[in-house]
Nanobody, 126 residues
Framework: QVQLVESGGGSVQPGGSLRLSCAASVDTYSRNCMGWFRQVPGKEREGVAAVHTESGSTNYGDSVKGRFTISQDNAKNTVYLQMNSLKTEDTATYYC???????????????????WGQGTQVTVSS
């Protein structure tokens, strides 16, 4: 079964930082796309960051480029999201995501993601 477990959410002031972690099963993680999405009530789920765990190729949503960084630890089957210079607009529930392992492309497309973690809340306020 696909297992995605997020951690690291919390409350910070604008300009602060948080690091989220997502642990996945080896079958889900290996040679696949892993990523992060976020969602607030009344809005569509937004792609934040993605990485292909074999090639290392990354992509980011326009609103977080230059502030967020996705990274990986293949030995731990874990991806991270380092969030710096946080803004109030970053407040959302953040979901770890995975693409089906049968999708072979090294290009991680937002709409290809199918599996989701339970979510972790990030709140940015003064």
């Amino acid at each position: 079964q696909v297992q995605l477990v997020e951690s690291g959410g919390g409350s910070v002031q604008p300009g602060g930082s948080l690091r989220l972690s997502c642990a996945a099963s080896v079958d889900t993680y290996s040679r696949n796309c892993m990523g992060w999405f976020r969602q607030v009530p009344g809005k569509e789920r937004e792609g934040v960051a993605a990485v292909h765990t074999e090639s290392g190729s990354t992509n980011y949503g326009d609103s977080v480029k230059g502030r967020f960084t996705i990274s990986q630890d293949n030995a731990k089957n874990t991806v991270y999201l380092q969030m710096n210079s946080l803004k109030t607009e970053d407040t959302a529930t953040y979901y770890c995501a995975a693409r089906p392992a049968t999708f072979g492309s090294s290009w991680c497309v937002w709409t290809d993601f199918r599996y989701w973690g339970q979510g972790t809340q990030v709140t940015v306020s003064s």
